[in-house]
């Protein structure tokens, strides 16, 4: 089964292709829709689970043994009484036997080896690969496992014995040393190569494995790795070239596990590694450069760069519970985790194991191979200091290389995470020197940024920069940054001199080097503020602007923020200076006595940080009215006032000068707000919210005349006063930032106080400005005048030139575009970093490749023991397991980078959290309802003093932030398309200030509606209504498209679906709006309408996606609803005669009677959605029943009038739907008060009763269930229906109504039809239960009337949908009545007087292709109903078949005439022959069903309970499946088996011989069901005494086909394809232990029997000579030869001996044996393919005897006359010396040897013998039979050698030199005939071609010089010369 999952051919592969090769039978598997039902996953998912949960398996089979009572050295026994002083060599045994669960193993991995070559790719690369994984991750977990119990056993004893009685698993966990050798010595050559796969997944999958591995032995392991790593690095090994990036990906797992258990083993390796590694920083290669930095910045994570010895002086290690909790919250289990698994592979019997291992293995190498020899630790160490401090200046060489080599188009070029891991390596880098080799780095790197300027390269060198000026602590505690002190000088000097490239490219280097720079950033403020003045300065250059943008965001960044100091992650090497005695290298980095320093902001840097804010970030904001007006500013100590000159003429205001004209500097305002952008995203994890009660307590109210203007707090208490109030409410990230801002100057902390309320404050001013000038469409009022006449008019003359510059302004798409970044920046950003999901993404990937899955096992079971008997638990304490003794395996820099990430983490959810408690606090306030500050009144005058705040203005953030909201509802609404889709950031701003959505979605609904005519501008979002009165210079409405555009967009923001489904009123309000866009979308131009129907339906697919039902508790909610389903109701269906009625009650006055009856066909299939989805059980059990009538009547009506209409297929999910809901209803009533009369519960169901008894509304219904099928795509080209947007979904919808989703059929045969909506079965099924017996049969009449009518309906493009509609209803009918008729004979009766004569008369009319839709149907009828209840169906269909169907010539069976009774008597040959044979195929088709169905049943306790899955599927609703308990006796299976044995099986065998393809197929698809039903019903037959076999009767007569003397040549040949049938029906849907055994295994001799051929006259009967000798009867047997070749494919590779029957494989191999020997060589070549796939398969299950047998059958062949019989048996002789034991090989090779020296052809010898005399007849006869003998031993001997040889592909054996070397003295002509030439030279040339390359050197070494000489003869290209 492994080996199929796998994908692994069974029997190899074969250049014979007239035996085919066969796809597993993919019909066994799980059908898909109830996979589904189950929760299964995809294909792939599947098959992954499969190979782990098998690798788990095999795991554990290690150590077990087949004999129960036997002995197994385990090592893992554990008694009671010697529990806490076992040892593993108390309880090993002394011999080192291996068990047999773990041989099979050693041969299995013995077998797929030659797979996981990389040369060997199929579809078995991967899966081998995922198996290589999976498997090597179990045996590290259960190494682990071992490691965790034996430290249990030393901590806790008591724990670990109680441990082992309560799981047995832990008895037996460990794994016996010698196996563990043997094991790993199997697995570390597949991962070896598995590495170097083409395929890139399996290359990672098994360097993974490897790593497992590595962690459980790297002492022994990573030597031999390293070295072949090393050795593929090599320039100078040409052939391992391409194995390079591999070696790097293997170099970067092994660092870690190498130097944790022996520095050694890599320090001595690494000045190689270092030096080889060098040349893979290629610009030509950027994957190998990755991979190669990826290496590097392994090995500093662990080792330092530099000769000093990095120490750390640790605190005393905790001592007491190995569980203790430290103060610091970090965890450790213990103190010698690591040490227990160690003990392991260090015992002595493990090293003896080792010592046993071949030379050639991997594992077995010399004590002076692991490094290290008698060099001093401490000399090894500062070796490996000054190898490193060395090649720290040889790599930054390779990467100013790289640099240069950067070329314009690299950026496209560029691998995708190129930068990151660059700017990774290189800080790592840095980070891990001395201060000595520092100093030489950092002069290098100045001088290269001196000498060069490299513009393309910018974006890497910034990286170098920032990585070379990270801030590094000293020993005091401080920190400063000598390359940043280094750099400084170079890139700030003189920059106005510049070139603006050269410029630019110092500015992006300064950026990098300030972003880290921590403390040091201070000495340089007067460089880089000159910097930032002109790179801000510059106007004619973007980038060098975007450059200088950066530098200020990282400046800010730097000084104000809180971030780890990169370089205290350096490596530590011992535990303190001068002593090395406790090693730290390779240990993970822990927390406890080891805390990561932090570079914390000083108040001279926040004080900086408020000095770029000022000079900068507002600075340009402040200044933006010099260039538009003249200013005249006083300094005062509280604020500024600006005086703003306006055009004479105009009024004055604020005291504004009116003598100077206003200019435009729009590139000016995009700067200013750039700058704002890039300082915000800076410094925005200072900038506070200082809402708080104290605050809400001393406020007044804002006036609103000078809304904007803020709150003078000069006079109010200090920043740290009310910090002490509010403390208790902050968030952790305020306290924080609160805590750093005290350190600061007072006017800073003034500052920043409320600097975000001031900015949002800012920014809403601009919003409110921008939605002014563009609220309007002021080209043209609608008042009636024509654009004409207003032109010239003297207020168009006199316009002001403010108005006209805040036009610009508004319309500019930049300006607007940094609006919403501006906003979006404040509303979520709670820090200068971002991404960080992201960031700890990488991380965990990062971590997971440096995770010690053994340690983590073994830790993870230390402390799930202990927390079982509550020793350990975290409950309480939110604790970090730290170091190896918490289960840690992690660096010093990941670990700081974690933390980073935790901090980064705090600021994300503070931008939750903060709002949240702003608005707790604004409700426990004054209650005072404060002006938004968002306000269309918004002059650029009132703009303009915005800009001016001052430190002392204060608005609260919180009417900040709710002003920028409606900023962005009103840029959402902007014309400009790319604004609007900017403003889709409310999205994102919603998901922090969640609440505000819902004050807005009246106002949305308003706008939609068009009733806001008085709410211009309120939320930002313009008068719809007023806007809709307006029309532009082209007369249309233009502007009202783009606002409902963005009121769309907004409605559809997720947020605000879920505020419009959170209450029945405002449902009820979003349902009355939606349904009036008709009018909406009348009166908006043409062009914009289909976009606008786009757009709501984002809003419809939202609302759908997102509904549910509401419960509804109160009585206004009940009203709401009832309200909302009467509108809906209202404007569906309007009559004439009941508007009058309804006038006054019904709510139709909100869209009128005209407009509901003009609505769009489109609105009302949305009205129908919205009715089908509010309704519920609730609705139908209401006291007054009247909303219920008419719910009905609407639905009737809309079905009979709106015929072909897609409503009227919405009004058939809507019925369905009622339909549904009164099932329900009747259930619940019947549970409450027992079975009644319908009526009682359901007092408005007359409706229903009295419309299916009408005949007009049933035709009605029918017609409606036709134009309900899917369209027919296999006409007019097969394209899909174009329906109108969202038209599909809500058919969608209304088809899931129709009827609850059922798992029909649950059985492995599913359905055959995809035309048949099952739904529509269901719906009549379901309403004519609801209605009643009586009721039922008159609708019942109706319904058949018009199926039959339809099943006859003439050859068009709708014949389909009517006949399978015709079908459906049969179906549903057909069920009902099975149900309401109590009555054995009453049910009966029906059948024969109803159903029978239906489907007598539809079925002769149904084209044979629609008889799957009938097969269907009647599964449907019959699924889960005793056989009784359709017995007269089962006798009626066995009747057809017996009267119908085809006999051979020679007439009828006596036996069977006389049992098929009278109806069958008359069925003479002229009778059967008259039908057709179509006419035969639908009768066999339909006995089919039934069959399947009778199949279904099983014993008698169970056909008549109802199915497990039925309630959990359809909640009870499925009443068809509510079968009555009835006594076994009514149901008469015995009478259905006894139709099924005695007239229909008897017929099917008669008929084996139809000459009609269809008829063929079902035939023997009816026997297989018959064998099936036998099996299912025996139980029950065998107390009746009608217990008969019908598979023996079916083998026996295939099996009497060949000898049958009655038949003829055609008939015969038409039989043998019923049985290959017959087979190919057992093999895909039987069952292996049943089918295989009893139908297959049979049948075996029969299928190499028709192989045969008999055309060629010898074999052919006299009286059929005549007749059979022609095209048609060689193609007949052709078809039949090449599908018995196919059936023995497939029997031989996929029917699996797994259950147990023996002796079924000697019975195979016995036919098999047969087969062999067949005077046919056509039998005899697929006997030897059949036992090479047979063999392939079986090869773990084969015994001794088996294996002795099939050898002796293909050395029989081997030695045929036919070259393709030999052949093929050599191919099966190679799968069987595949799996055979080494040494059986290496026997049976020797004794072969022997063979062909003696059988090669010699030459004669030269003697004189008389002429005249001749030899003798006897003579003669006896050197022939000695030259066949020795040419049969010849052949023999020859072809299995060759076989051995290429048995093992990619290996070298001891045997296959010397079975070359024999074989090459048969490649000469004088010594071999030509068949064993070619096979000679077809086997050498297979093994150079696998061989001699990569590896060549290594297989080379098994042979001597003769053989290679030898060998060299036979594959050497011959010379001309030669």
């Given at each position: 089964m492994l080996l199929n999952r796998l994908q692994i051919p069974g029997g190899g592969s074969t250049g014979d292709k007239s035996f085919p090769k066969t796809a597993s039978p993919r019909w066994r598997n799980f059908p898909p829709r109830l996979k589904s039902f189950v929760g299964g996953g995809s294909s792939y998912q599947e098959g992954m689970d499969f190979v782990g949960k098998v690798s788990k398996l095999l795991v554990y089979c290690i150590g077990k043994s087949d004999s129960p009572c036997s002995i197994i050295p385990n090592g893992g026994g554990i008694e009671e009484t010697n529990l806490h002083n076992m040892s593993r060599s108390d309880t090993m045994d002394e011999s080192p036997s291996i068990s047999d669960g773990t041989e099979d193993l050693i041969r299995f991995f013995s077998f797929v080896a030659p797979y996981f070559n990389p040369s060997n790719i199929g579809n078995w690369t991967y899966p081998l690969g995922a198996f290589l994984h999976y498997f090597s991750y179990e045996l590290c977990h259960r190494v682990g496992l071992d490691g965790g119990l034996r430290s249990l056993m030393e901590s806790h004893p008591l724990v670990a014995r109680k441990l082992c009685e309560r799981e047995p698993l832990f008895t037996t966990i460990s794994i016996p040393e010698h196996e563990l050798v043997v094991i790993l010595n199997a697995l570390l050559p597949l991962c070896q190569q598995g590495l170097y796969s083409k395929n890139g997944h399996v290359g990672r999958a098994a360097e993974t494995a490897l790593l497992y591995l590595v962690q459980i032995d790297p002492i022994h392991i990573c030597p031999p790795c390293l070295d072949f790593a090393t050795r593929a690095l090599d320039i100078s090994s040409v052939n391992l070239s391409h194995q390079a990036p591999a070696a790097l990906s293997a170099l970067n797992r092994l660092i870690q596990p190498a130097l944790r258990r022996n520095p050694a083993v890599l320090l001595?390796?690494?000045?190689?590694?270092?030096?080889?590694?060098?040349?893979?920083?290629?610009?030509?290669?950027?994957?190998?450069?990755?991979?190669?930095?990826?290496?590097?910045r392994a090995i500093c994570y662990w080792v330092p760069v530099g000769s000093k010895l990095i120490a750390h002086k640790r605190g005393p290690e905790s001592t007491g519970s190995s569980a203790g909790v430290a103060n610091e919250g970090t965890i450790q289990f213990g103190d010698g985790l690591y040490k227990h698994l160690s003990d392991i592979t260090s015992s002595k019997k493990y090293e003896e194991a080792l010592n046993r291992l071949p030379e050639d293995s991997l594992l077995y190498q010399g004590d002076e191979y692991f490094g290290g020899g008698s060099l001093d630790f401490r000399e090894l160490l500062e070796e490996t200091g000054l190898t490193m401090c060395d090649w720290s200046l040889s790599f930054l060489d390779r990467i100013y290389m790289l640099f240069r080599a950067a070329g314009e188009q690299e950026k496209a070029q560029h691998a995708r995470n190129f930068s990151r891991v660059l700017k990774d390596c290189l800080e790592q880098f840095f980070s891990s020197m001395d201060s000595e080799t520092f100093q030489l780095a950092v002069r290098s790197v100045s001088q290269f940024l001196t000498d060069e300027t490299l513009k393309f390269a910018a974006k890497d060198i910034s990286a170098l920069c920032q990585a070379i000026c990270c801030a590094r602590n000293f020993e005091d505690g401080g920190s400063c940054s000598p390359g940043l002190d280094a750099l400084v000088p170079i890139l700030s000097d003189d920059l106005c001199h510049q070139s603006q490239e050269t410029a630019l490219y110092r500015i992006r280097c300064l950026s990098g080097a300030v972003r880290n720079a921590g403390h040091s950033v201070l000495n340089h403020r007067e460089s880089i503020s000159q910097a930032l003045e002109y790179a801000l300065s510059i106007t004619d250059n973007k980038h060098l602007f975007k450059a200088g943008c950066k530098l200020l965001r990282h400046t800010l960044s730097s000084q104000c923020d809180t971030y780890p100091l990169m370089p205290d992650c350096t490596p530590r090497m011992a535990a303190s200076e001068g002593d090395i005695k406790e090693n730290l290298i390779g240990k993970s980095a822990q927390l406890r006595d080891d805390p990561i320093q932090w570079h914390i902001p000083n108040g001279k840097q926040i004080d900086f940080t408020y000095h770029l804010i000022e000079k900068h970030g507002l600075g340009g904001i402040h200044d933006l009215g010099k260039a538009s007006v003249e200013t005249t500013a006083m300094d005062t100590d509280s604020d500024t006032s600006i005086e703003i000159i306006e055009t004479p003429g105009t009024e004055k205001e604020a005291g504004i000068k009116s003598d100077i004209p206003f200019t435009v500097d729009l590139p000016q305002w995009r700067r200013a707000l750039r700058i704002l952008r890039y300082t915000i995203r800076g410094c925005a994890g200072i900038l506070l919210d200082a809402d708080d009660e104290a605050i809400f307590s001393y406020l007044p109210p804002l006036d609103p005349v000078k809304q904007g203007a803020g709150v003078d707090l000069s006079a109010k208490p200090s920043f740290a006063s009310f910090n002490d109030d509010c403390d208790n409410d902050l968030v952790p990230h305020e306290k924080a930032v609160t805590s750093l801002l005290q350190s600061s100057t007072a006017d800073t902390q003034k500052a920043l106080f409320g600097m975000r309320g001031r900015l949002c404050s800012m920014i809403s001013s601009l919003a409110s400005l921008i939605a002014r000038e563009t609220a309007d469409c002021h080209t043209h009022s609608g008042t009636g005048s024509s654009p004409e006449e207003n032109v010239g008019s003297d207020s168009d003359s006199k316009v002001n030139r403010s108005e006209m510059f805040a036009k610009s302004l508004s319309i500019d798409r930049k300006v607007c575009e940094e609006v919403t970044e501006l906003s979006s920046l404040l509303l979520t950003r709670r820090g200068s970093s971002f991404r960080c999901q992201d960031a700890k993404a990488i991380w965990k990937a990062q971590k997971q490749m440096l995770t010690d899955f053994v340690l983590a096992s073994q830790a993870e079971t230390v402390a799930s023991a202990l927390q079982r008997v509550s020793l350990y638990s975290v409950?309480?304490?939110n604790v970090y397991k730290d170091g190896e003794g918490g289960g840690k395996c992690i660096s010093r820099r990941l670990l700081a980078i974690r933390l980073n990430l935790f901090h980064q983490g705090v600021q994300r959810n503070a931008s939750y959290e903060i709002p949240r408690r702003m608005r707790r606090k604004s409700k426990r306030g004054s209650g005072l309802i404060r002006p938004s500050l968002f306000t269309l009144?918004?002059?650029?005058?009132?703009?303009?003093?915005?800009?001016?705040?001052?430190?002392?203005?204060?608005?609260?953030?919180?009417?900040?932030?709710?002003?920028?909201?409606?900023?962005?509802?009103?840029?959402?609404?902007?014309?400009?398309?790319?604004?609007?889709?900017?403003?889709?950031?409310?999205?994102?701003?919603?998901?922090?200030?969640?609440?505000?959505?819902?004050s807005r979605v009246s106002r949305i609904l308003s706008a939609l509606s068009l009733k806001d005519e008085e709410?211009?501008?309120?939320?930002?979002?313009?008068?719809?209504?007023q806007l809709s009165q307006q029309l532009d210079a082209q007369g249309k409405r233009t502007r009202l498209a783009e606002v409902l555009k963005g009121v769309c967009s907004l409605t559809a923001v997720p947020r605000t679906i879920k505020e419009i489904l959170g209450t029945e009123t405002t449902r009820l309000s979003f349902v009355k709006t939606f349904c009036g866009t008709q009018k909406l979308i009348a009166i908006l131009p043409p062009e914009e309408m289909q976009k606008m129907i786009l757009y709501f339906h984002s809003i419809f697919s939202q609302f759908r996606n997102r509904f549910f039902s509401l419960p509804r508790i109160t009585k206004d909610q009940q009203r709401d609803h009832e309200s909302c389903i009467t509108f809906l109701l209202d404007i569906l269906v309007v009559q004439e005669s009941t508007l009058e009625e309804k006038d006054g009650q019904c709510d139709v006055a909100d869209n009128g009677t005209a407009e509901a009856s003009s609505m769009h066909w489109r609105n009302r299939l949305i009205v129908g959605w919205f009715i089908t989805s509010y309704i519920d059980t609730e609705d139908l059990l209401m006291d007054d029943q009247t909303l219920v009538d008419r719910l009905w009547k609407s639905c009737f009506h809309l079905i009979k009038k709106e015929v072909g209409q897609p409503l009227q297929r919405v009004a058939v999910g809507l019925f369905g739907r009622l339909v549904t809901l009164t099932q329900n209803v009747i259930r619940q009533s019947n549970n409450q008060s027992g079975i009644g009369s319908v009526s009682a519960f359901v007092p408005n169901f007359s409706s229903l009763i009295d419309n299916l008894k009408d005949k007009s509304f049933c035709r009605a219904l029918g017609t409606a269930l036709v134009f309900d099928h899917k369209e027919d795509t296999s006409v007019g080209g097969g394209h899909n229906a174009q329906w109108s947007t969202g038209v599909e979904d809500i058919l969608k919808d209304a088809l899931s109504n129709v009827a609850p989703r059922t798992l029909f059929p649950f059985q492995r045969a599913g359905r055959s039809s995809s035309t048949l909506i099952l739904q529509h079965a269901q719906l009549v099924h379901s309403m004519l239960l609801s209605i009643g017996r009586e009721n039922a049969s008159i609708a019942t009449e109706h319904f058949l009337a018009f199926a039959k009518e339809m099943a006859a309906t003439p050859p068009s493009e709708d014949q389909r949908n009517e006949q399978c509609t015709a079908a459906e209803i049969f179906a549903g009918v057909c069920r009902t009545m099975m149900e309401l008729e109590v009555d054995p004979h009453a049910r009966a009766e029906s059948w024969k007087n109803s159903m029978i004569p239906f489907l007598d008369e539809v079925i002769p009319k149904t084209p044979t292709g629609q008889m799957v839709i009938y097969y269907d149907s009647l599964r449907y009828v019959i699924h889960q109903f005793p056989s009784g209840h359709y017995l007269p169906l089962t006798k009626w269909i066995i009747e057809k078949v017996v009267s119908t169907l085809w006999q051979p010539a020679i007439g009828l069976d006596d036996e069977v005439s006389e049992e098929v009774g009278e109806s069958a008597a008359g069925a003479s040959l002229g009778v059967a022959a008259t039908d057709g044979f179509a006419y035969q195929s639908k009768w066999l088709f339909l006995a089919t069903a039934i069959l399947v169905e009778l199949n279904d049943e099983t014993e008698e306790a169970i056909?008549?309970?109802?199915?497990?899955?039925?309630?959990?599927?359809?909640?009870?609703n499925d009443t068809g499946s509510k079968l009555e308990e009835r006594k076994a006796s009514e149901d008469r299976q015995d009478e259905s088996w006894v139709l099924v044995s005695k007239h229909l099986l008897?017929?099917?065998?008669?008929?084996?011989?139809?000459?009609?393809?269809?008829?063929?197929?079902?035939?023997?698809?009816?026997?297989?069901?018959?064998?099936?039903?036998?099996?299912?019903?025996?139980?029950?037959?065998?107390?009746?005494?009608?217990?008969?076999?019908?598979?023996?009767?079916?083998?026996?007569?295939f099996c009497s086909i060949s000898a049958s003397q009655t038949l003829s040549f055609k008939d015969r040949h038409n039989a043998l394809i019923t049985a290959r049938k017959f087979m190919a029906y057992c093999v895909h849907l039987g069952d292996y232990k049943h089918e295989f055994s009893e139908c297959i295994i049979p049948l075996i001799p029969l299928s190499f029997e028709a192989l045969k051929a008999t055309i060629d006259g010898s074999n052919v009967k006299e009286e059929d000579n005549k007749n059979v000798v022609n095209a048609a009867s060689r193609a007949l047997e052709a078809e039949v030869v090449k599908g018995f070749r196919y059936s023995l494919s497939e029997i031989s590779s996929h029917c699996l001996i797994t259950y147990g029957k023996e002796d079924d494989m000697s019975r195979i191999l016995e036919t098999v044996k047969n087969a062999s020997k067949h005077e046919h060589w056509q039998i005899r070549q697929a006997s030897a393919h059949y036992l090479r796939c047979f063999q392939g398969c079986h090869k773990f299950l084969f015994g001794k005897k088996n294996t002795e047998l099939t050898t002796v059958i293909v050395a029989a062949l081997l030695a045929d006359e036919r070259r393709e019989v030999s052949s093929a048996a050599m191919a099966a002789l190679t799968g069987i010396l595949a799996a055979t034991p080494l040494n059986d090989v290496?026997?049976?090779?020797?004794?072969?040897?022997?063979?062909?020296?003696?059988?090669?052809?010699?030459?004669?010898?030269?003697?004189?013998?008389?002429?005249?005399?001749?030899?003798?007849?006897?003579?003669?006869?006896?050197?022939?039979?000695?030259?066949?003998?020795?040419?049969?031993?010849?052949?023999?001997?020859?072809?299995?050698?060759?076989?051995?040889?290429?048995?093992?592909p990619y290996d070298t054996p001891p045997h296959v030199p010397v079975a070359l070397a024999a074989l090459s003295k048969h490649s000469y002509e004088r010594s071999a005939p030509l068949s064993v030439r070619e096979a000679v030279k077809l086997c050498c040339s297979e093994f150079k071609r696998t061989h001699m390359s990569d590896n060549w050197d290594v297989h080379k070494k098994q042979f001597s010089q003769e053989q290679l000489e030898a060998l060299d003869d036979v594959v050497s290209t011959p010379h001309y010369y030669a």
């Open positions: 001595t390796r690494l000045p190689s590694i270092l030096s080889l590694s060098l040349a893979g920083i290629d610009s030509n290669d950027q994957n190998k450069t990755i991979r190669t930095l990826i290496l590097y409950a309480e304490n009144d918004t002059t650029l005058q009132q703009l303009l003093c915005s800009f001016s705040f001052s430190s002392n203005t204060y608005v609260l953030a919180l009417d900040g932030y709710e002003g920028i909201i409606d900023g962005l509802f009103s840029l959402s609404c902007h014309p400009n398309v790319q604004v609007r889709c900017a403003a889709t950031i409310i999205d994102y701003a919603l998901t922090r200030f969640g609440w505000m959505a819902r709410m211009r501008g309120k939320f930002g979002i313009p008068s719809c209504s056909v008549n309970t109802i199915p497990w899955y039925k309630n959990s599927l359809t909640d009870g008897p017929r099917l065998l008669n008929a084996v011989g139809h000459p009609y393809e269809k008829c063929r197929d079902h035939i023997s698809g009816c026997l297989y069901r018959i064998c099936c039903c036998h099996r299912k019903f025996s139980p029950i037959l065998e107390s009746q005494d009608l217990l008969h076999d019908p598979s023996r009767t079916i083998v026996e007569k290496i026997e049976l090779v020797d004794k072969y040897v022997v063979v062909a020296k003696k059988s090669a052809i010699k030459k004669k010898k030269k003697k004189i013998a008389d002429p005249s005399v001749d030899p003798t007849q006897e003579e003669m006869e006896k050197l022939s039979r000695k030259e066949k003998i020795r040419a049969k031993n010849q052949q023999t001997s020859v072809f299995f050698l060759c076989a051995a040889v290429l048995a093992q």
